[in-house]
């Protein structure tokens, strides 16, 4: 009775503590983000925020996870109310930065940086984005200052070369802008946006061989920039290379398919080689995107003409003459066509109209493409009608610095490897990969705990909805309520397990750990809840590690559970992933031993065969790596082709 005493004792205080225990639900919330759940990470810093609203991390919190969901005006408002709490956080001046750099509020967004450099004066991402910042607003004499006192701090910074590269261009110093990207390549020649800056210089002085050479290296360095391989393409026309000039087009258009130049020049090119009908069907295109462009419009009726649609033509042609009553080319044009389809009284005044302007006898002849000449994209000159189009103003690549730029999985260390299987309420399911995991002990849980919900097994696990975050809440709520009242222990031990997965899948892991761990001191041959747990602390574990804490005596905690479950249920997904541990560890030896394990009891485990693949790689076994990843993609896992693509280069 005493024992039992005890342990009921252990259920009735953990719902109010963890309800008050402000700095878990921060710690809960922010390894929510880690695991980029923000709209999850959201509800636990509104927790926070509602039993401490002066505390200003949850405020500070909330704004990341409102910023990776786009949500800029939201973030910025958050981080004012953390700087009203606490003024002297330079992060949360650099993020209100960011979020109004985002809104194109850049006045603003100087002064927050203006404010962070009086607290950290030292920091080169705020001196960056704030001289972008000046670039935007046009300011170049104060970008300038700011680069000249970044050049004495980091002298042997490529970007702060860049930068200042980019300012002069911008001030039509073309000569000293070539000498500052000079010296941007010199600290760093693995930049590609340098050297498509040098290009620009170059393609602007029509050094169409020059500019050849340097887009050749920013397209070996950014080789899914359509932007790159238009302007290579233009420099290539300029070169009478219109062969490959085409095929930059079409490579420009497989990576960036609705890119407006690539559409509408690759259209010239075709007419200009007499590939009509393709011809037309990049002009439709262009159409579809912009249907009042009367460059593409004329172009159009003219290679209508040249296929035998006369009717088309003049639909196309009437359309540019209305906007343009003195286009006698246009004119001439329909004319002939109106005259194809014995339309003689409509011919004859179009020609009435030619021959009182005394038009010269060129007109009516289709020119040819002209070479050496380009226009602005937002020229309107009629005229100007086959000659290829440029960008008004070629963009700068403005990247700037921050923590937060990228998604967060960028920023996780031993990452790339599939996550470990673990159990849940909610199925996870693949567009692609149609697996279904089973595990007997998982089975035989969910025929014994009647009038629960069927737990799964998934390595996926899914990200929930706002409303399906408050259900979990909800659930949470009335668990905690249903253990309070519990008539006998084993009521309790099963509403207590439901509670502990309930947990894992909002991503509490200390609290699910602290069920599990109860669960185990009554059930100690469980496989389910060393499985469970091993999972959860592993996760804990990645978080702990981002924030720089040492994990070694938490991952032997990991490997122990997975080993006293592994003793008790030969399961593929215990082995996969103890497998996981051990690459965490470096131990790629060990690692393969087990996912060679995982693979033998379950052939079809794609992500055995993924993470193999990877442990072999990292262990300089290339062949058998590559096979695997192959292997893994033939299962459904296709992110693995681009990995082995990657190893082949």
Not at 149 to 168: C, D, E, F
Not at 245 to 250: F, S
Not at 617 to 626: D, F, R, S
């Amino acid at each position: 009775m005493l024992r039992k005493f005890i342990f009921l004792l252990l259920f009735v205080p953990m719902a109010g503590w963890a309800q008050f225990n402000t700095d878990r639900l921060v710690m809960i919330g922010r390894s929510a983000l880690y695991y980029e759940d923000y709209v999850l990470s959201i509800q636990y810093f509104n927790q926070a925020i509602s039993a401490k609203p002066y505390l200003f991390e949850p405020w500070y919190y909330r704004a990341v996870a409102k910023y990776y969901l786009d949500d800029y005006v939201g973030a910025e408002g958050d981080c004012t109310e953390a700087i009203t709490r606490n003024p002297y956080v330079v992060g949360i001046y650099e993020l209100r930065g960011l979020c109004r750099i985002q809104q194109k509020n850049f006045t603003d967004a100087i002064a927050d940086y203006n404010q962070a450099l009086r607290y950290d004066p030292e920091s080169m991402n705020l001196w960056h984005n704030r001289t972008l910042c000046r670039i935007e607003q046009k300011d170049y004499e104060h970008a300038m200052n700011d680069l000249d006192t970044m050049a004495v701090r980091w002298s042997k910074n490529a970007k702060v070369y860049a930068m200042k590269a980019q300012v002069l261009l911008l001030q039509k110093d073309t000569t000293q802008s070539i000498v500052a990207l000079e010296k941007s390549l010199e600290l760093d020649a693995y930049n590609g946006y340098t050297w498509a800056q040098r290009s620009m210089i170059s393609l602007s002085r029509n050094e169409w061989k020059e500019s050849e050479e340097f887009l050749n290296k920013a397209i070996h360095l950014l080789p899914k920039d359509a932007g790159l391989y238009i302007n290579r393409a233009l420099a290539r026309f300029n070169q009478n290379n219109l062969r490959g000039a085409m095929a930059d087009y079409d490579l420009a258009l497989d990576f960036e398919p609705n890119n407006f130049l690539g559409h509408y020049n690759r259209g010239l090119l075709r007419a200009q080689v007499g590939d009509d009908n393709r011809a037309i069907t990049d002009f439709d295109f262009v159409l579809r995107l912009e249907p009042d462009n009367l460059m593409a419009l004329y172009n159009r009726a003219l290679l209508l003409e040249n296929t035998g649609n006369p009717r088309a033509a003049i639909r196309d042609y009437s359309k540019v003459i209305e906007q343009y009553p003195n286009f006698w080319t246009g004119l001439q044009q329909r004319a002939s066509c109106y005259r194809k389809l014995g339309m003689t009284k409509q011919a004859e005044m179009d020609e009435f109209r030619i021959l009182k302007a005394q038009i010269d006898k060129r007109f009516g002849k289709q020119p040819r493409l002209s070479k050496k000449q380009m226009r602005k994209r937002s020229d309107e000159d009629i005229e100007k009608y086959n000659q290829l189009a440029v960008a008004d103003e070629e963009e700068m690549h403005n990247e700037y610095q921050t923590d937060y730029r990228g998604r967060v999985q960028n920023r996780k260390v031993g990452m790339d490897y599939m996550p470990m299987y673990i159990l849940s309420t909610e199925n996870y399911q693949s567009a692609v990969k149609h697996y279904v995991a089973y595990d007997r002990f998982v089975d035989q849980l969910n025929s014994t705990m009647k009038g629960s919900r069927k737990l799964y097994v998934i390595c996926n696990q899914t990200t929930l909805s706002e409303t399906g975050t408050r259900r979990y809440f909800a659930r949470l709520d009335s668990l905690s309520t249903m253990i309070d009242k519990s008539k006998n222990t084993q009521e309790a031990l099963n509403l207590l397990l439901q509670r502990a997965i309930a947990y894992s899948v909002i991503q509490n892991f200390e609290s699910a750990i602290e069920d599990l761990s109860t669960y185990l001191q009554e059930y100690p041959h469980s496989v389910v809840a060393y499985w469970q747990r091993a999972v959860c602390q592993s996760r804990l574990n990645d978080f702990y590690a981002s924030q720089g804490t040492d994990i070694q005596l938490k991952t032997a905690n990991v490997l122990s559970d997975l080993t006293a479950a592994i003793k008790m249920d030969e399961s593929a997904y215990l082995y996969y992933n103890r497998g996981n541990v051990y690459v965490k560890r470096h131990d790629y030896a060990h690692a393969i031993e087990d996912y060679t394990k995982a693979i033998s009891l379950d052939g079809n485990l794609a992500e055995a065969y993924y993470n193999r693949g990877l442990a072999y790689i990292a262990n300089k076994q290339h062949t058998e790596g590559i096979n695997d990843l192959s292997k893994a993609g033939e299962l459904g896992l296709y992110t693995a082709y681009s990995i082995i693509k990657r190893q082949r280069k």
